[in-house]
């Protein structure tokens, strides 16, 4: 597997919650590479669902991958800017 190698999560609901988050979680988890996140379709978030993909970014680097997310967009957005997620999980 190449260095640019990376697995794709498409979450489609409209709200990351923490068990959309743990969700996404356990499928990154079971994939052998680097993760993106496509966050498009979620417009409505919660700071605990947002809090459990940097966790779970930190475990992934200690596994020597890492997590990446697509822009959110609408309230989910403005949480992600507000409380400065870009620093812990950045776009890709």
């Known amino acids: ?6 697995r ?5 609901g409209d709200a990351l919650t923490y068990d ?7 499928e990154a988890m079971a994939a052998s590479s ?3 996140v496509d966050l498009h379709q979620a417009r409505q978030a919660t700071v605990a669902g ?3 993909l940097v966790a779970l970014r930190k ?5 020597g ?11 989910a957005g403005q949480i992600y800017e507000v409380c400065r997620f870009q620093s ?3 776009l890709g």
């Open 1 to 6: 597997m190449g260095a640019d190698a990376r």
């Open 8 to 12: 794709t999560i498409r979450y489609g």
């Open 20 to 26: 959309a988050a743990e969700s996404i979680a356990r």
């Open 34 to 36: 680097n993760v993106l």
């Open 50 to 52: 947002m809090a459990r």
């Open 59 to 63: 475990e992934l680097l200690r596994q």
């Open 65 to 75: 991958r890492d997590l990446c997310v697509t822009p959110p967009v609408g309230q």
């Open 88 to 90: 812990l999980l950045p």
